[in-house]
C-alpha cells in the first residue's frame, strides 16, 4: 500500500510539475482559478499579468504578517496554509489552500497581509498583481465577478467553522469539504493525502489536537472513513453526509 501511494504521489508530483510551467490558457487549472468565458483576447491580456513562481518548498513564506499588499497568489501546485499569532503567541490557523484556490483577499481593506502564509509541501504560486487585476477586472464582468465569489466562498466557509459545532460535525464537514474540493481538481474524492498535519487540522477547526484524533479513530471504528497516517479514504460518504445535513438543520 505504502509503495503504490509513494508512486502515485511521485505521478503526481511530475503531473503538476509540468502544469506550472504552461500558460494559463493550457492550464488543467484553469476552470477552477479563472473566470468562464473569457476570449481570446481577453485570456491574453490576463496572461501578461501572470508571474509564475520558482517551487516553494515546505516551511517556505509567500506572505508574512504585515507586508504591503501587492498581490493576491493562486495555488498552482501543492497546499499552503494561512495562520495568525494571538495575543499570547499561540498559532491559530486560519485556513488551508490547494491548487486553482486565490489567497490574499483579505488583505485588501488594510492595504497590508494579515495573516502568514506558509507551503506545508513543495508548492508553486501564480502571482497576480493586484493593481493590474482590478484593472483588467473594470474591462472584464467575468473577472470581476469571479473575484467576488471568491471572496464569498471564504467568507461562508469561515462562518460555517465558526458555528455552534459539535467536534464531530466539525470534522465531518472538513473531510466532505476536501473531498468536493479534491474532486473539482481531477483527484479522488474519497481518497487522498493530508498535507496538514492533526495540530494544524485542530488549530483550524478549534480543537484540541487529541480530540481531531479521537474523532478520526470513532469514525474509522463506525466505518465512515479509514485513515492510515496522512491517507484517508471516506468509505461511507453518506455516514458523513448524514452529520453535516445535522449540522445545516439544526
Known amino acids: 500500500m505504502t509503495k503504490i501511494l509513494q508512486m502515485n504521489q511521485a505521478r503526481d508530483f511530475r503531473r503538476e510539475a509540468g502544469r506550472a510551467q504552461v500558460a494559463c490558457s493550457q492550464c488543467s487549472l484553469g476552470e477552477i482559478c479563472l473566470p468562464k468565458n473569457l ?20 516551511g517556505q513564506h509567500i506572505f508574512r504578517s504585515g507586508d504591503e499588499f501587492k498581490a493576491v497568489a493562486s495555488v498552482r501546485t501543492g497546499c499552503f496554509k494561512s495562520y495568525a499569532i494571538d495575543k499570547d503567541g499561540q498559532e491559530q490557523v486560519l485556513g488551508f489552500y490547494l491548487p486553482g484556490e486565490i489567497i490574499g483577499f483579505d488583505a485588501i481593506h488594510e492595504g497590508q497581509h494579515v495573516a502568514n502564509v506558509v ?23 467575468e473577472l ?8 464569498s466562498l471564504r467568507i461562508s466557509e469561515l462562518e460555517t467553522i465558526a458555528g455552534d459545532l459539535s467536534a464531530d460535525q466539525r470534522i465531518a464537514l472538513f473531510l466532505r469539504s476536501l473531498s468536493s474540493r479534491f474532486a473539482r481538481r481531477g483527484y479522488s474524492d474519497r481518497e487522498f493525502i493530508l498535507a496538514m498535519s492533526r495540530r494544524d487540522i485542530a488549530s483550524y477547526l478549534r480543537l484540541a489536537t487529541e480530540t481531531v484524533s479521537r474523532v478520526l479513530a470513532r469514525f474509522q471504528q463506525r466505518d465512515l472513513i479509514e485513515v492510515d497516517r ?4 471516506i468509505l461511507d460518504m453518506d455516514g458523513l453526509l448524514e452529520l453535516t445535513r445535522r449540522t445545516l438543520n439544526d
Do not use: N, W, Y
Open 39 to 58: 476570449s481570446s483576447e481577453e485570456m491574453s491580456r490576463f496572461e501578461q499579468i501572470v508571474q509564475r513562481s520558482r517551487p516553494i518548498h515546505a
Open 230 to 233: 496522512k491517507l484517508v479514504k
Open 144 to 151: 470581476q465577478q469571479e473575484i467576488f465569489r471568491v471572496m
Open 119 to 141: 507551503a506545508l509541501d513543495t508548492s508553486a504560486v501564480c502571482s497576480l498583481p493586484f493593481g493590474s487585476v482590478s484593472s483588467l477586472a473594470r474591462t472584464m464582468p
